[in-house]
Nanobody, 116 residues
Framework: QVQLVESGGGLVQAGGSLRLSCAVS????????MGWYRQAPGKQRELVAQ???????NYADFVTGRFTISRDNDKNTVYLQMNSLKPEDTAVYYC??????????WGQGTQVTVSS
């Protein structure tokens, strides 16, 4: 069973920064892609950023230029550097791992709260 454990969430003022980490219980190179999603109260879960096995990245329009996804294959960890945070970024952030067969694994989520 694969485990994904997020950390790094918290309370920050608007304009501040946070770095989320996702530690994976097995080699992340085995996954087709790793991603970060978020879900705000009353809203659907949405993609924030994704990074493929080859290192290609994809970002939601609402975070382009502010967030950066990266991966450390040696540490089996994926990161999300979040800068210039806005109150509307407040959500639970989830780490995701997608296998080559299209199966998804999820972490338990980490709360990010941005105060105005």
């Amino acid at each position: 069973q694969v485990q994904l454990v997020e950390s790094g969430g918290g309370l920050v003022q608007a304009g501040g920064s946070l770095r989320l980490s996702c530690a994976v219980s097995r080699t992340i190179f085995g996954f087709n892609a790793m991603g970060w999603y978020r879900q705000a109260p009353g809203k659907q879960r949405e993609l924030v950023a994704q990074i493929t096995r080859g290192g290609s990245t994809n970002y939601a329009d609402f975070v382009t230029g502010r967030f950066t996804i990266s991966r450390d294959n040696d540490k089996n960890t994926v990161y999300l550097q979040m800068n210039s945070l806005k109150p509307e970024d407040t959500a639970v952030y989830y780490c995701n791992a997608e296998t080559d067969r299209g199966f998804w694994y999820w972490g338990q989520g980490t709360q990010v709260t941005v105060s105005s």
